[in-house]
C-alpha cells in the first residue's frame, strides 16, 4: 500500500524542479525572518528546533535568545548547573525536553569531543532527537537532503497529492519521509525545508488555506478537486487521564515549602506538595507520613486545570500551615522566601497555583 500510493504520488507530480523553485522563490521573498534564521550553528538550530515542539514561534524567540546568551554552545550547556539549565526554560512546558539536551550536551562532550556531529544517522542517536529534529539539523545546518516531515509537511504534501491516508499513524509518516526526502532532492534542503515549514504556518493553514498566494497551487490536486478543506486526514486516538490532586501551598511563617521533583513528568522542577487524595484531611495525614511534620489546611481556594500532551491535572488547591516548631534536617532546605522562590525552576502548572496565594 505505501509503494502504491508513493509510485502514485510520484508520478502525479511531473515536475519537481518547477515545484522546488517556486516554493524557494517564495520563501525569498516571504520567508519569516526568525532569530534562529540568522545561523548554521547545529547548536543554536537544534535550540531553537526543541524549544519549538509544541511552543509557538513568537514565545519561542526570547526563549530561544535568553538561552543561547547565557549558554552559548555545546560545552557551556553540558556543565551548567542543573537548576539554571530548568530556570531558563521555566514556563515552555514538557521540561523532559531540556533535561534531555543536557543529556545530549554531555554525550557530544564525551563522543564528539564538544562538535556537534554532522550526519543524520548520528544525530538521530543523541538523547531527546527524534527524525523531525535529526532532519532539521542536518538539513539547515550541514545541508543534508533530509526532509522535515511534521504537521505542517503532512499537510501539505497530502493536499498536493490529494492523499486519504490518516497522517496520524506511524505507517503515514514513514510514507511521507520517503516522499519528502525525493521532493528534496537536488534542492538546497536548508531553504527546502525552512519553505515548507513556513509555507504550512501561514499559507497552508489547517483551516481556510490560502490557495490564491500559494506558491505551489498548480501542483495542488486537492485545490483542483476541491478537497482542501477535508484534508489531511487526522484521526487520533486521544484519550487523556484525568487526575484530581489536593495541592497545598504550604506556609511556615513567611516561607513556602516545595519540594524538588525526582522523577516523573515534572522532574527537577520545583513543586508544591499535591497527593491524589479525596479530603484535606486525608492529604494531612499524608503529608505528616512522608515529611514528618504537622500540617494544617484552612483555606480552599479554586481548582486549576492543567491540560498536558496526555493527562489532565485537576489541582484542588488549599493553603495551609506547617504548625511544627522544629523541622526534619532532610527538609529544611525546602523553605523559599517569594525572592527565592522566584529563581526557582517550577512548571506553569505549579506556577499558576502560586498565584492564588
Ligand atoms: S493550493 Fe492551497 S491546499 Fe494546495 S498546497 Fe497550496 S495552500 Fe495548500
Known amino acids: 500500500m505505501k509503494k502504491l500510493w508513493y509510485t502514485v504520488a510520484m508520478s502525479k507530480l511531473m515536475n519537481i524542479q518547477q515545484f522546488q523553485t517556486n516554493l524557494s522563490q517564495w520563501y525569498a521573498a516571504f520567508g519569516r525572518d526568525l532569530p534562529w534564521r540568522h545561523t548554521h550553528d547545529p547548536y543554536a538550530i537544534w535550540v531553537s528546533e526543541i524549544m519549538l515542539q509544541q511552543t509557538q514561534v513568537d514565545t519561542v524567540k526570547n526563549y530561544y535568545i535568553r538561552f543561547l546568551e547565557t549558554l552559548p554552545d555545546i560545552r557551556s550547556l553540558a556543565d551548567a548547573d542543573e537548576d539554571l539549565v530548568f530556570k531558563l526554560w521555566e514556563g515552555l512546558g514538557y521540561y523532559r525536553r531540556v533535561r534531555h539536551m543536557q543529556e545530549a550536551a554531555r554525550q557530544m562532550m564525551s563522543d564528539y569531543n564538544g562538535i556537534f556531529p554532522d550526519t543524520y544517522d548520528e544525530i538521530i542517536k543523541l538523547k531527546g532527537i527524534g527524525a523531525y529534529t535529526a532532519s532539521a539539523i542536518s538539513s539547515i545546518a550541514f545541508g543534508r537532503e533530509k526532509g522535515v516531515v511534521d504537521g505542517n509537511t503532512l499537510r501539505i504534501l497530502s493536499r498536493i497529492y490529494n492523499l486519504q491516508d490518516n ?28 519553505a515548507m515549514m513556513d509555507l504550512g504556518a501561514g499559507i497552508c493553514t489547517p483551516r481556510k488555506p490560502d490557495c490564491e498566494h500559494c506558491p505551489v497551487q498548480d501542483f495542488c490536486e486537492a485545490r483542483a478537486t476541491g478537497t482542501e478543506g477535508l484534508l489531511p486526514v487526522n484521526i487520533k486516538n486521544t484519550s487523556k487521564t484525568d487526575l484530581y490532586y489536593i495541592t497545598a501551598i504550604l506556609k511556615k511563617e513567611d516561607k513556602y515549602f516545595l519540594v524538588k521533583n525526582k522523577e516523573g513528568l515534572l522532574e527537577n522542577l520545583y513543586a508544591f506538595v499535591q497527593y491524589e487524595v479525596e479530603s484535606p484531611v486525608s492529604f494531612e495525614e499524608t503529608f505528616y507520613e512522608n515529611y514528618g511534620m504537622s500540617v494544617r489546611l484552612y483555606e480552599y481556594c479554586k481548582e486549576i486545570k ?16 506547617i504548625s511544627d516548631t522544629s523541622v526534619p534536617l532532610d527538609y529544611e532546605d525546602c523553605f523559599y522566601t517569594e525572592d527565592e522562590l522566584s529563581e526557582l525552576p517550577i512548571s506553569t502548572a505549579h506556577r ?4 492564588l496565594r
Open 306 to 321: 492543567h491540560v498536558f500532551s496526555h493527562r489532565i491535572w485537576h489541582m484542588n488547591v488549599y493553603i495551609g500551615e
Open 167 to 194: 497522517i496520524a499513524q506511524d505507517k503515514t509518516k514513514k510514507a511521507f519521509q520517503i516522499l519528502m526526502d525525493e521532493l528534496i532532492r537536488g534542492t538546497d534542503p536548508s531553504i527546502f525545508n525552512q
Open 352 to 355: 499558576k497555583v502560586y498565584a
